[in-house]
């Protein structure tokens, strides 16, 4: 309800501030270039792939028209190394200024009464990441249409993941379409806080988005944990190390670890293993494999196992604690059989 009572209001309040000021200072008419992605899925229906960078769980979406939110989207995308993909109309949107307004207005109608615009930017999964960044520019006080149609589209898929909004406005506020964004993926983690950057501020870009960063606790490409592949695991009154494998579930696992330490409960099951549950879910890498005493198993995405005997299943090797071979010994450091309670934190 909300929103039918929104819009017109910042209709009215857009259309006023456009007749006031020059059009190129609410609206930069800068034509968008060097477009970011790989466009292969333009056809209907083949999956889009993101410009891959190197710092795995991570990913921005963004959508931009004259590119203010796309220097946005790279000025993080430069400081993260982490994949990126924009999210594009099906038809561009008009150079005539009149017709392009009256275009968008008429989307954001249609959005009201659950028809969203077409887009030609589609993702199979999103399963290696962790965190989505999701930048748009604020139009008449929402999101821009073709990320709402995006978000719209891929709920589901984007189901348990954390969501980063970022946005670039003339002068308008992001809170209204960050209750958008909740709207649109009830089942994702919005994180707060928000960045906005407003046409006024375009200047400080580098370093609003080195603090937005940090206050999101997200490891840069300059300052990351990715190489050191050591966690620390405490129980039974005992710290102790443990080396991790490199996989998309290690990396998922460490920026979680970057956030907060993780609190499992474990329980012996099958006299060779402690298994709990993470409470979320990792990215998985099943394979056929063999486990040796000391072995960290990720079963079914979202149990943490830690074998103290051999077993033979599919699920994905996360590492192996550190110094030990013998079930003894690995008993020994969880305080033999019984309810332990494990703590995963960095190294
Ligand atoms: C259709 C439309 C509606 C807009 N509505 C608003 C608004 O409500 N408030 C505001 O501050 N700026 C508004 N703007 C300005 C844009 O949010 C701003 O110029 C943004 O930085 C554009 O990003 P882009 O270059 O990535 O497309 C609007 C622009 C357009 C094209």
Redesign the pocket.
Known sequence: MKRFLTLPL??L??IL??ACSPANE???A?D?SDQQGNHEGDEENIPDIPTTGKNGPYLIL???????????AQQIQSQLDCDILEVQPVRP?EEDYNA??NR??EELAAIQQGNYPPISTSMDNFDKYDVIFV????????I?TPMQTFLHEHASKLAGKHIALF???????ISTSADEAAELCPESEILSPTLL???SQ?SEMDSRVTSWLEQLNIQTANNNNMGKNQIRLTANGKSFTATLVENSSTEALKARLSQSNISIQMNDYGDMEKVGSLGFSLPRNDQQTTTDPGDLILYQGNSFVIYYDTNSWNFTRLGKIDGVSTREQVLDLLGGKGEVTVTLSLK
């Open positions: 910042m209709l309040t857009f501030l456009s609410q609206i930069p800068t968008m963004f959508c931009s028209r004259t590119s203010n939110t796309e220097r946005l949107y392009m307004l968008t207005q930048g748009y520019p604020i139009w008449y006080g929402s821009a946005a670039t406005s003339g002068s308008s506020g950057l407003t046409s375009f």
